[in-house]
């Protein structure tokens, strides 16, 4: 597995650099604990999902918090004490958990590089009876402990998932809590709530409780718990642009929009048709039946005539020209003070008429 010289005491398990936060959290429901993580990430979903982990399995003994546990914020605690911290034996237990979080403040010159090279040289031998976790949201690739940790097998990387990441996430996630997701939901879900990984995994809670234990996540239920939008009201205004019928496509837009949330969510369903026209037209193009290509595109099967009528109507780019104009509809209406109607508005004007000039 490629471990560093001494990066686990004798007996502990030795993991693959550039571990997953996924890993983490399975190997700390076995039991299997090394004495360094260094979680690195933007996205705190992971990092809070495996730091619970880590901090459950550690073997704290009745004494727990109290004696066995510290938590801290660098810069606010400097590094003497920190790893002081993880030095001390535990107290009528196994194990110890200490954490320090932000630790992106001593990435810098100065007393920062100090505090690195101190962090890197407690890697180096760390102590066998702590469970000793760092918590950065970014670090220089080039310091000595990006390197070890690289290198060891304790770096976790907890980055934001890609577009294309996120639907595998969600499936996986749901079949974990017991439920199968309708074809094309998960993509849907992803366009409608991501990319944070927080608001996606509070929908999915709430969408469990909704249809009850074992049973099927469908469209039904996410249009009455995540968005108001009627899928039937999506495509009629997907069909309106389509024809460049632009009255009906104001019209739709008027029946479907709700200032409450400001369009966000109409928005995010017409991306996910948009997106799913793409794959369609991708997949015919690459010699695929129509029922192979409404597969591919996540659309049931009875769909595919009808989404052969729409993409073949369209002038070539029209689709990609219509996911830019859609990505800075997003843009503005998380940005501007324009009332969402008419940044929506406006954009199905623009998506109506032919390319710009």
Known sequence: MGCATRPTPEGAPCYDARVTPQQVIQQARQGELAPLYLLVGEERYLIDEALVALREATDTGAAGAAFNEDRFIAGDTGVDTVLSAARTAPMMAAQRYVQVSAVERWDSKGKGAEAMDALDAYAEDPAPYTVFVMVASKLNGGRRLMKRAKKAGFLVECAPLSRGQLPKWISAQAETMGHPLERGLADMLAELLGPELGPV?????????????????????????????????????????????????????????????????????????????????????????????????????????????????????????????????????????????????????????????
């Open 201 to 357: 995994s509070d929908a999915l809670e709430r969408l469990s409780l909704y249809v009850g234990e074992g049973k099927p996540i469908d469209q039904a239920a996410v249009s009455q718990l995540v968005t108001r939008v009627r899928q039937e009201t999506v495509w009629a205004l997907v069909d309106a642009l389509a024809v460049r019928d632009l009255g009906a496509a104001l019209s739709a837009l008027d029946d479907a929009y709700d200032r409450r949330d400001n369009g966000l969510p109409l928005l995010g369903a017409v991306t996910w048709r948009v997106r799913q026209l793409i794959k369609f037209e991708g997949a015919m193009r690459h010699g695929g039946g129509t029922k192979a290509a409404a597969k591919a595109a996540g659309v049931a099967p009875f769909k595919a005539s009808e989404l052969q009528r729409t993409v073949r109507g369209l002038p070539t780019g029209t689709l990609e020209r219509w996911l830019m104009l859609l990505a800075e509809a997003d843009l503005a209406l998380k940005g501007s003070r324009r009332p969402g109607i008419d940044v929506l508005g406006s954009m199905l004007v623009d998506m109506c008429r032919g390319p710009r000039v």
